[in-house]
């Protein structure tokens, strides 16, 4: 069959046609690219749970009993809060002791400072070999910390008490008189922070 040669104005809807077709099949691939980059790219969704502390499924019903701020010098060191499910704070039940840090701090220092306070809290009540294993025991157990860090310190009456960072179980300290005397640095009543002791137990509002 004999060919028709085309007219300029036929080839010229031919041509337009061709880059329209070429142009939105440009256009989809652009789009469908976009859309794999933004994909790879999206942030993965937080997997569920992740955001619950470690430490609460020690005291999944605890809520918080009181809290305060804690200075040196001026210096703010750490916010502390008191968890319990009981509703008030005694020896008798399980609590924790939460606290975030405001600037870093070596676990060596934490260690060492804490059992300082021991001392001055209960003068010549430990004999010095008690206190050196205490020492021992509390190096082994402090991370360093860092601004925004947490430490959280679970009792557990008749058992002793769990070390928390936010995301696992650091120690634990089956001794109940050390977890006591640790701890004792913020309830004791020779607390360098009397106010803040009486804020921690719920009895004085928080600063």
């Known amino acids: 069959?004999?060919?028709?040669?085309?007219?300029?104005?036929?080839?010229?809807?031919?041509?337009?046609?061709?880059?329209?077709?070429?142009?939105?099949?440009?256009?989809?691939?652009?789009?469908?690219?976009?859309?794999?980059?933004?994909?790879?790219?999206?942030?993965?969704?937080?997997?569920?749970?992740?955001?619950?502390?470690?430490?609460?499924?020690?005291?999944?019903?605890?809520?918080?009993?009181?809290?305060?701020?804690?200075?040196?010098?001026?210096?703010?060191?750490?916010?502390?809060?008191?968890?319990?499910?009981?509703?008030?704070?005694?020896?008798?039940?399980?609590?924790?002791?939460?606290?975030?840090?405001?600037?870093?701090?070596?676990?060596?220092?934490?260690?060492?400072?804490?059992?300082?306070?021991?001392?001055?809290?209960?003068?010549d009540r430990h004999p010095e070999a008690v206190l050196d294993r205490w020492s021992r025991q509390l190096q082994e157990s402090f991370p360093d910390v860092k601004e925004g860090d947490e430490l959280v310190a679970v009792y557990l009456p008749g058992q002793g008490l769990k070390l928390f960072t936010r995301e696992s179980l650091r120690a634990t300290w089956r001794d109940e008189q050390l977890a006591r005397s640790f701890l004792g640095i913020w309830f004791h009543e020779a607390t360098r922070d009397p106010a803040s002791r009486r804020r921690l137990l719920g009895l004085e509002p928080a600063k």
Do not use: N
């Open 1 to 123: 069959m004999p060919s028709h040669p085309m007219s300029p104005a036929s080839c010229s809807a031919s041509a337009a046609r061709q880059a329209s077709r070429r142009g939105a099949l440009l256009a989809l691939s652009t789009m469908a690219w976009s859309v794999c980059t933004l994909a790879a790219e999206a942030p993965a969704e937080a997997p569920k749970g992740a955001e619950e502390a470690a430490w609460r499924r020690e005291l999944p019903a605890a809520k918080v009993l009181g809290r305060s701020e804690f200075r040196w010098w001026g210096f703010k060191l750490y916010d502390a809060t008191v968890w319990s499910a009981a509703g008030r704070w005694g020896w008798e039940q399980p609590f924790a002791l939460h606290l975030r840090y405001a600037r870093s701090l070596s676990g060596s220092r934490l260690a060492s400072t804490s059992i300082e306070e021991i001392r001055r809290i209960e003068p």
